[in-house]
T-cell receptor, first 116, second 113 residues
Framework: DSGVTQTPKHLITATGQRVTLRCSPR?????VYWYQQSLDQGLQFLIH???????AKGNILERFSAQQFPDLHSELNLSSLELGDSALYFC???????????????FGPGTRLTVL | AQSVTQPDIHITVSEGASLELRCNYS??????LFWYVQSPGQGLQLLLK??????LVQGIKGFEAEFKRSQSSFNLRKPSVHWSDAAEYFC???????????FGTGTSLTVIP
């Protein structure tokens, strides 16, 4: 158990809908990263938040957005869903407060999104 | 641009045989390098990491990796593979700011009894 939790584990929805994925980082970790893993694209970095602020963006679509709240949990919002958005979405956390470098990521179990 | 290449999509080895998974990276500064393992339906588990110092790093489950700056490589090795090692293996490079990580496309390992 990495200490990172993600809810829900599975999500089935229809095209055009909007969903929210939730991530709780390890206790004390300030950074949260979101990834999308699909069969044809591998593990794609989406976005990174550090202590509530966006720090880096990867291959994140405009239909997707994220935020990190004061309690450090994060939510990934996916809207206008398309069939191609079906994937595993992982959250990872790192950087305990007071340790700025030596980042290593701890991954949650993922949320499997199926868009029908 | 930063990137990670795992040239072997799929590797099959016999139980008890040695294993080497290849990883090449492209990064302008000193990289932070990682190997992760993913079992089916699971999240990624950190096997080992390299930040600095000794270029041969030891990880969990009997794995080790060697950083070779001249070859921009960080290959993962295990002297004797167990059936439970069958999984997907990912190499990753992290920027020194910690803001972004780049993952390879993964190598799927099959272990034959």
């Amino acid at each position: 158990d990495s200490g990172v939790t993600q809810t829900p584990k599975h999500l089935i929805t229809a095209t055009g809908q909007r969903v929210t994925l939730r991530c709780s980082p390890r206790s004390g970790d300030l950074s949260v990263y979101w990834y999308q893993q699909s069969l044809d694209q591998g593990l794609q970095f989406l976005i990174h938040y550090y202590n509530g602020e966006e720090r880096a963006k990867g291959n994140i679509l405009e239909r997707f957005s994220a935020q990190q709240f004061p309690d450090l949990h994060s939510e990934l919002n996916l809207s206008s869903l398309e069939l191609g958005d079906s994937a595993l979405y992982f959250c990872a956390s790192s950087v305990p407060s007071g340790l700025r470098t030596r980042n290593e990521q701890f991954f949650g179990p993922g949320t499997r999104l199926t868009v029908l | 641009a930063q990137s990670v290449t795992q040239p072997d999509i799929h590797i099959t080895v016999s139980e008890g045989a040695s294993l080497e998974l290849r990883c090449n990276y492209s990064y302008g500064a000193t990289p932070y390098l990682f190997w992760y393992v993913q079992s089916p339906g699971q999240g990624l588990q950190l096997l080992l990491k390299y930040f600095s110092g000794d270029t041969l790093v030891q990880g969990i489950k009997g794995f080790e990796a060697e950083f070779k700056r001249s070859q921009s490589s960080f290959n993962l090795r295990k002297p004797s593979v167990h059936w439970s090692d069958a999984a997907e293996y990912f190499c990753a490079v992290g920027t020194n700011t910690g803001n972004q990580f780049y993952f390879g496309t993964g190598t799927s390992l099959t272990v034959i009894p």
